[in-house]
T-cell receptor, first 114, second 110 residues
Framework: GAGVSQTPSNKVTEKGKYVELRCDPI?????LYWYRQSLGQGPEFLIY????????DSGLPNDRFFAVRPEGSVSTLKIQRTERGDSAVYLC????????????FGNGTRLTVT | AQRVTQPEKLLSVFKGAPVELKCNYS??????LFWYVQYSRQRLQLLLR??SRESIKGFTADLNKGETSFHLKKPFAQEEDSAMYYC????????????FGKGTLLTVNP
């Protein structure tokens, strides 16, 4: 595709529910990232995939958050038992190799937990 | 630990005026510095990176290791420069991960 695609663009859910956010990276990009951007803040790192494996998940805030990339392409960020504090824009980015290559961002998914 | 500070949340200038968006960083090694820009209703995109030493859309930024700064400059601002600007750092130890500042909203008035 032309760029990183994220779906849905907006998601409203009730506190306590489970959500999945999808990211389709640029074809051929081996590295994939998830970032979270809260209101008035810059993007904050959540997790980095190199291929199918999570090379660094140190940014995930707690065990309610989990992400997968089973075939080394599409990734899904999963949030269990959502809380109002999880409300943010979730950004996905991909890069050709990860190391030393620029990141290309998607448009993000705006998650609102009511 | 790596940290990026953008001291100005908002910056407003008139068209044709010079503009400087400030960025300071904290990192013990040799960092790689970037500026990302987000225009209204568009995705975050790379504007420039210090290792390229290039000028994009009239913007330049010089890495000053003594002052740990990477300020973004343009001599004559244009209305289409109005956007959110983020400074970001990538450290040598984890050279895949970007750390972002909180951003500066630049408004160029006619």
């Amino acid at each position: 595709g032309a760029g990183v695609s994220q779906t849905p663009s907006n998601k409203v859910t009730e506190k306590g529910k489970y959500v999945e956010l999808r990211c389709d990276p640029i074809s051929g990009h081996t590295a994939l990232y998830w970032y979270r951007q809260s209101l008035g803040q810059g993007p904050e790192f959540l997790i980095y995939f190199q291929g199918t494996g999570a090379a660094d998940d140190s940014g995930l805030p707690n065990d309610r958050f989990f992400a997968v990339r089973p075939e080394g392409s599409v990734s899904t960020l999963k949030i269990q038992r959502t809380e109002r504090g999880d409300s943010a824009v979730y950004l996905c980015a991909s890069s050709l190799t990860g190391v030393d290559s620029p990141l290309h961002f998607g448009n993000g998914t705006r998650l609102t937990v009511t | 630990a790596q940290r990026v500070t953008q001291p100005e949340k908002l910056l407003s200038v008139f068209k044709g005026a010079p503009v400087e968006l400030k960025c300071n960083y904290s990192y013990s090694g040799s960092p790689e510095l970037f500026w990302y820009v987000q225009y209204s209703r568009q995705r975050l995109q790379l504007l420039l990176r210090h290792i390229s030493r290039e000028s994009i859309k009239g913007f330049t930024a010089d890495l000053n290791k003594g002052e740990t700064s990477f300020h973004l400059k343009k001599p004559f601002a244009q209305e289409e420069d109005s956007a959110m600007y983020y400074c970001a750092l990538r450290g040598g130890g984890s050279n895949y991960k970007l750390t972002f500042g909180k951003g500066t909203l630049l408004t160029v008035n006619p």
